[in-house]
């Protein structure tokens, strides 16, 4: 069967919407307009062409690299939590726990933009789970198409940015740094118990 046969425009709503979610660009905004308000300038088209070339190499290759380094999903999205919980202390504290020397634009736009906003964790376990259900054709379109919405959502809230006022940003960036806090928390405890009982069981054999 051809490869393109192999598309399924309803497995597509599925993957798109069910990313969509995972990744939440829309969530995401207050983050990134916080970021740029503290002088951080964000590559967009960098940070999008970067996540969705780590999500199409997980994708295929996903188990292998986790494997080669051994590292485990739960791990690999511990390590993920533990990067939204700093940023989300950045934007309760008005500290600065990342390096904002010279190389701010590429730590700003690689981390915590590309990794863990857009290809996390989450996304990153969302994706291996798909494969045993949607042909690869159909999962790389919603990838593609998630990845549009996301540079055009980013570069929405980059340009809209100067029209916010110093105290919408402050309560903004306040408001969400708590729902990171608690994602970031709910991500940590929901990976760490289980991993804790696989090196237990480990452990016992």
Not at 21 to 43: C, Y
Not at 86 to 112: G, R
Not at 177 to 198: K, M
Request: proline fraction near 2%; charge should be neutral; glycine fraction near 4%.
């Amino acid at each position: 069967m051809n490869l393109f046969e192999q598309f399924n425009f309803q497995d597509f709503l599925t993957c798109f919407f069910a990313l969509l979610a995972v990744i939440d660009a829309l969530g995401a905004t207050p983050i990134i307009i916080d970021l740029k308000h503290k002088g951080r300038e964000i590559n967009v088209g960098k940070a999008t062409w970067i996540s969705f070339a780590l999500m199409i190499i997980f994708l295929f290759c996903g188990e292998w690299i986790l494997h080669l380094f051994s590292v485990d999903i739960k791990s690999f999205a511990i390590g993920g939590a533990i990067i939204l919980f700093l940023v989300s202390l950045e934007m309760l504290m008005d500290v600065n726990l990342f390096n904002n020397t010279a190389d701010a634009t590429d730590t700003a736009t690689l981390i915590p933009v590309v990794f863990p906003l857009l290809a996390g964790a989450a996304t990153f376990t969302t994706l291996l789970a798909f494969r045993s259900q949607f042909s690869i054709i159909t999962i790389v379109a919603a990838v593609v198409a998630n990845m549009i919405w996301v540079y055009i959502v980013f570069t929405i809230a980059l340009k809209a940015e100067k029209a916010f006022s110093g105290t919408f940003i402050y309560v903004l960036r306040r408001f969400f740094g708590i729902i990171l806090l608690a994602i970031s928390i709910r991500l940590f405890t929901s990976n760490l118990f289980p991993l804790i009982e696989s090196i237990q069981r480990t452990l016992d054999n």
